[in-house]
Each structure stands twice: as structure tokens, then as C-alpha cells.
């Protein structure tokens, strides 16, 4: 409404006189009708092909938004308006490749006249996809050396891109990082080992990802899996003896034996990957003949695997008289079965074992080897540098494991089957170069049983090639 204002004045004549004046100023209002047009005004990032890793967001300006609709082949998606009605946004994984949205928005003004806009939009369709697996898997406990491993079915091109969509959480922040072995397969863990007993959650937020033009991740990928006690065993072949930490404290010193000369045990820092209660190890797999005098074919129980080669933690009863005092093995770590069911039963996929006082180096990748590389090697595998993992108080606690005793050898398993006889261990001449270790490859006629995988609370039949 405009109000128009003008003065009035009668203005008093003195006499008689009959003439009148002039009329003076006056009072007249005047209604202007009010504009129906909203000062609101919308605007979106919507349109075109969009790629689902885009989060779309709706903003209003000089008003609030009230309403927004999107919908799409599977019904509504829904947003958020924010507190102050200034904009709405929803995350990428609410929408569907290669589909079509319809979105209606309405705003109104400081009058509350409102104004309404209608958009459409597409999202991309990929030429291909790309899927991802975790391991550890979901529910494992596993030990506090075991690295988080993603492994790709394609190669990825923008490492960085992919590495970005992949989120740790932890019950409070950890320095970490990720770091590619391969185009198909990169790995994380923190700078230093992880707590024990401390749940951990891995997403991969693949969906809408693009890993090189055209190909995008299929969708998302979570794992969820806890750390169990700090097991660390420390093995020295120059004093044959293996001292065996849990949680900081020293429970036991163990006397072993190590590779002999030509067969020296890898010095490096390596993890548990499998437990098989027992394991018939054959040196033909590796390549020795049977007439050579190092072959031998030997039923080993409480045997953990170390390295991909053939090197083991396992009972060698045979060898009780040089245990602590000589190395005589083919690279395995061997003690008594005493003591190796002792272990078996503390230990866990992922547990860490230090071996030092060999001239051999531990090779990367011959086994699970991601403590051997120092922070600042292990950093330039990233693509994006050193991160911190989610602290995320909403993880359901870790399971404290208790104490586990091995269970006893099945009387089918303390010898090898009747049509085998083994060859007995010769001693060997030194030489002047380390002999490989044996293959252990899964294939081949020898069995391993009852095995732990990486699921570590799972036992299994498999048949592989074995080692000693």
C-alpha cells in the first residue's frame, strides 16, 4: 500500500468581504495494489548427466526453501533442508546409473509469497563397473600386525579418486595410511600396530567412484572386524631362543631352531597368515629330488605359515636336542610340541613375528610383509598421503578373547598315511648361497588339516603343497 499525504487549511476572512480565497493544501490516500511476485528465488547444480559421486544440492536466495521433491525409478529421494532453509542437499548413493529424476522446489520470501521451480536431470551410465572386496573379513578377531586389504576386479587409473572413497573407523583416531601393491589391490595400516582388542570398520564408498573414463564403481563395500591380544614374537637364530610378548608382557622364552646353513630363516618382520593343526611338508614341492639329500617328507603339526616360500612356525619333535642350541631346520622355526601347541593355542591370524640373526632378508611380499617397509616408503605407495582414521564411538566393543588350548593331534594325523615313508633329514654342507624355500602354492597333492584361514575362528580341509 502507498500513502500519498497533502496538507488542508481553511483559511478565516475578516468583515464582511465576500470574496473567498484560493483553496489550500489538501489530504488524499491513494491504495497501490501489492506485487504477487516472490523476491525468493531457486537455483540447483542439477542437469545434464550427472555422476552419481556429485551430491546434489537445491539453494534458495532472498527466501527459504519449503518443500523439495525429488523422485526417480525407485520413488522419492530424500534430502535434508537445512536449519535455515537456505539449501538442500542429498548424498550421492541415493541415486541409480543411468536413470531420470524429476525435481520440484519451492521457496518463499521474507512476505511468505512463494515461488516454485521444476527441473529434470540424468544420471550417468557407466561403460563398465568395478567391484571391490575386504579383507579382513566381517566378525574376525584378528592380531594387531594385519593389514586392511581392498582388492579391485579392474585396475584403477585415479588411484587417488578410489583411495579417497575408502574410510577407516576406529573407536578413536589413528595416523595411517593406505598404499597401492598393485593397479587391483592397495592396502592400509597405521603408522604403528594396532590397539589390541579395538573394533574396526573399513567402507568403501565406491558408488559413482570412477576409476578411468567410463567405469565407476558398482557400490558400496563395508567390513567390520576387531584386533585380539598383542601378540608379538620375537625369534633370534643366533640364540635359538623365540620370546613370546602378550600385551607388552613377556609370557614365555622358547627354545628353537632355525634354518641351517643354505635353508637361513628370512630375518624380517612377517605375520601368522594361516593354523593348520597339521601338515604333511614335502620338499619335492619346492624342486628337491627325492634322491637329493636334503629332501624330506614329514607330518608337522601345530604348524603356522609364514611366509608364501614354506616357512612356518610348527612342532618338530626330531629336533628337541638342537632346539636352543643349533639351527638345523630347512627354514621352518621349529620347538617342541609342548611348546608349539603352547603357541598355537595363544596365537591368531595377523599375530606378529620379528626374526632376526640371519644374513637373509625378509623379501617383500613373501607372505604379509607391510612391517618390513619404513613409514616414509610405505607412504610413497599412497596416492593421497597419510590419513586418520574416523574416531567413531558408535563401534560396538571389541570381544576380549580368553586364553585357548590347542586341541589334541587326531590319532589319524600324529603319522604320515602308511604308503608314505619319509626320508630322514641329512645334515647338509654349507654352501655358499641360501637354497630357495620350498613352494606353497595352493595346489599340488600334499594336505594340510584343520587349517585357520583369515577368518581365524573358522577351520577347514584343504589340500596345498607344503613346505619345511
Not at 607330518?299 to 639351527?327: C, K
Not at 617383500?364 to 612391517?371: E, L
Amino acid at each position: 500500500m502507498r500513502i500519498v499525504a497533502t496538507g488542508v487549511a481553511l483559511l478565516a476572512l475578516s468583515g464582511c468581504s465576500a470574496s473567498t480565497s484560493s483553496l489550500g493544501p489538501s489530504l488524499m490516500l491513494t491504495t497501490v495494489p501489492q506485487s504477487r511476485t516472490s523476491m525468493a528465488t531457486i537455483s540447483t547444480d542439477a542437469g545434464g548427466s550427472r555422476p552419481l559421486s556429485q551430491p546434489l544440492s537445491i539453494t534458495a536466495r532472498d527466501g527459504r526453501l519449503t518443500t523439495v521433491t525429488v523422485t526417480g525409478p525407485r520413488g522419492t529421494v530424500h534430502g535434508v533442508i537445512a536449519p535455515d532453509g537456505k539449501s538442500w542437499t542429498v548424498e550421492s548413493r541415493h541415486f541409480s546409473y543411468g536413470s531420470h529424476y524429476q525435481l520440484t522446489a519451492t521457496a518463499v520470501d521474507a512476505r511468505g509469497v512463494p515461488t516454485t521451480m521444476s527441473s529434470s536431470f540424468d544420471t550417468v551410465t557407466p561403460i563398465r563397473t568395478f567391484t571391490a572386496s575386504i579383507t579382513p573379513n566381517s566378525g574376525g578377531i584378528v592380531g594387531v600386525g594385519m593389514p586392511i586389504t581392498v582388492v579391485f576386479s579392474r585396475p584403477i587409473r585415479d588411484k587417488k579418486a578410489v583411495q579417497e572413497s575408502l574410510v577407516v573407523h576406529t573407536p578413536t583416531a589413528l595416523e595411517g595410511a593406505w598404499s597401492w601393491r598393485s593397479a587391483k589391490e592397495v592396502q592400509f595400516r597405521p603408522r604403528t600396530y594396532w590397539p589390541a582388542y579395538t573394533s574396526i570398520q573399513v567402507d568403501a564408498n565406491l558408488t559413482g567412484v570412477r576409476s578411468k573414463p567410463g567405469v565407476f564403481g558398482a557400490g558400496d563395500v563395508s567390513a567390520s572386524f576387531s584386533t585380539g591380544a598383542s601378540m608379538v614374537t620375537h625369534v633370534n637364530a643366533m640364540t635359538d631362543q623365540a620370546s613370546v610378548y602378550r600385551d607388552g608382557q613377556l609370557l614365555k622364552t622358547i627354545p628353537v631352531t632355525t634354518g641351517k646353513v643354505g635353508f637361513q630363516t628370512r630375518s624380517g618382520t612377517v605375520l601368522i597368515m594361516t593354523k593348520e593343526l597339521s601338515r604333511i611338508m614335502d620338499a619335492s614341492t619346492g624342486g628337491t629330488a627325492k634322491n637329493d639329500p636334503n629332501y624330506y617328507r614329514v607330518m608337522t603339526h601345530y604348524s603356522m605359515r609364514i611366509t608364501d616360500s614354506g616357512e612356518f612356525l610348527h612342532a618338530a619333535p626330531w629336533s628337541v636336542g638342537n632346539q636352543g642350541r643349533a639351527n638345523v631346520s630347512h627354514g621352518c622355526v621349529g620347538m617342541s610340541m609342548s611348546n608349539a601347541a603352547w603357541l598355537y593355542g595363544l596365537s591368531q591370524i595377523g599375530d606378529v613375528v620379528s626374526i632376526t640373526g640371519t644374513p637373509v632378508k625378509q623379501n617383500q611380499g613373501n607372505g604379509i610383509t607391510v612391517w618390513n617397509e619404513s613409514w616414509d616408503k610405505w607412504l610413497a605407495g599412497s596416492a593421497a598421503g597419510s590419513t586418520w582414521t574416523v574416531a567413531d564411538t558408535a563401534l560396538p566393543p571389541a570381544p576380549t578373547p580368553t586364553d585357548t588350548v590347542a586341541p589334541p593331534i587326531p590319532a589319524d594325523q600324529m603319522n604320515l598315511p602308511p604308503t608314505a615313508t619319509p626320508s630322514p633329514i641329512k645334515p647338509t654342507p654349507a654352501a655358499s648361497a641360501v637354497k630357495p624355500h620350498h613352494s606353497a602354492n595352493a595346489s599340488g597333492s600334499s594336505t594340510a588339516r584343520g587349517t585357520v584361514s583369515a577368518s581365524p575362528r573358522a577351520t577347514a580341509t584343504v589340500t596345498v603343497t607344503a613346505a619345511g
